[in-house]
């Protein structure tokens, strides 16, 4: 087998920083290099459709697949970034989500005497402080509609409107001046476990796993937590590379997607029932961010977004 991976090239996958390439790095890379003989090299970056043209036009054939977010994998099909191919109900597409990750807030557990909701995320009188979200409308708009009484099962109705829009614009007007911004799961997590923030919207994963002593300083609100779905995409450039379309095949095979899912933590510990008095037996279900919604959407709220966000 070592003879076998010094003759073949490696292979180069685009991921996201901290825990997640670290999980993908021990239950993912390192079996399908054994398996293949391909040296897999992985390479961080944000997701972003703009990121993955930039690297097809300046440096094509150089990357075997990529991690997105589901979303901005249909918008990257769209824009004819990735392969496309057929599945099972005759559609064209570019890919399958491969793993579910919990976005949820997390807090610094010696600032409160009681598990805090979205309101009090809201409440910078009673729990002044930084509050970190992430600069994208994505999670972020949802976030303002859950703090604002909207019902999970409501939020893509409400958002479909403009007035709804503009209410979940004007929540977030509330707290601008306090947010801590993040691009990435894993600056999510570095702001929290930093102190950059009191509180924060972050993927449970990089909070759990973070070392136990500074795991055991932050509660998450496992309750109205959104799920945000991810998946892997063949660059149009590798579509006729043979190596790269195997690696993605078996990366979307559910044995893969179950080892990730076992090896991500994502579970709430013993310390986080006992305070939700048995509001977490059973565990609540998550809200699944709609892909579609913003895949279709996200051009023009993002605009938005981004001016909002600027503003002095």
């Not at 180069?12 to 079996?31: C, D, E, M, S, Y």
């Not at 807090?107 to 805090?116: A, I, K, S």
């Not at 306090?178 to 102190?195: D, F, K, R, V």
């Amino acid at each position: 087998m070592a003879a076998r991976t010094h003759a073949l090239s490696s292979l180069t996958v685009l991921t996201f920083a901290g825990r997640i390439a670290q999980t993908q790095k021990k239950v993912l890379f390192a079996p399908y290099s054994r398996l293949s003989g391909h040296p897999l090299r992985g390479k961080v970056w944000n997701g972003e459709p703009r990121a993955l043209r930039q690297q097809e036009e300046h440096a094509p054939h150089s990357l075997a697949t990529v991690m997105m977010e589901c979303s901005s994998l249909q918008i990257a099909c769209d824009m004819g970034l990735l392969a496309k191919e057929t599945d099972s109900h005759n559609q064209t597409v570019c890919s399958t989500p491969s793993a579910s990750i919990d976005y949820a807030m997390a807090w610094d557990r010696f600032r409160f005497d009681v598990p805090p909701g979205w309101a009090d995320f809201w409440d910078v009188a009673r729990h002044p402080g930084r509050r970190s979200l992430r600069r994208d409308p994505r999670t972020t708009l949802e976030i303002a509609l859950l703090a604002d009484g909207i019902p999970a099962d409501a939020l893509y109705r409400v958002l479909s409107s403009h007035d709804g829009l503009n209410r979940a614009f004007m929540k977030l007007d509330q707290i601008r001046p306090y947010i801590a911004w993040w691009s990435t799961p894993e600056e999510a997590g570095q702001i929290l476990l930093s102190g950059g923030a009191l509180m924060g919207l972050v993927p449970t994963g990089e909070i759990l796993g973070a070392q136990s002593d500074s795991g055991d300083k932050f509660g998450i609100r496992w309750q109205q937590r959104l799920l945000v779905q991810y998946g892997w995409g063949v660059p149009r450039h590798a579509a006729h590379n043979n190596a790269c379309l195997a690696l993605t095949s078996w990366l979307e095979q559910p044995a893969q997607k179950q080892a990730f899912a076992n090896a991500w933590p994502s579970l709430p510990s013993m310390q986080d029932i006992a305070a939700a008095g048995g509001a977490l037996s059973p565990l609540p279900p998550a809200t699944v961010v709609n892909d579609s919604f913003w895949s279709q959407n996200l051009s023009t709220i993002a605009e938005r977004f981004h001016r909002w966000a600027a503003r002095p």
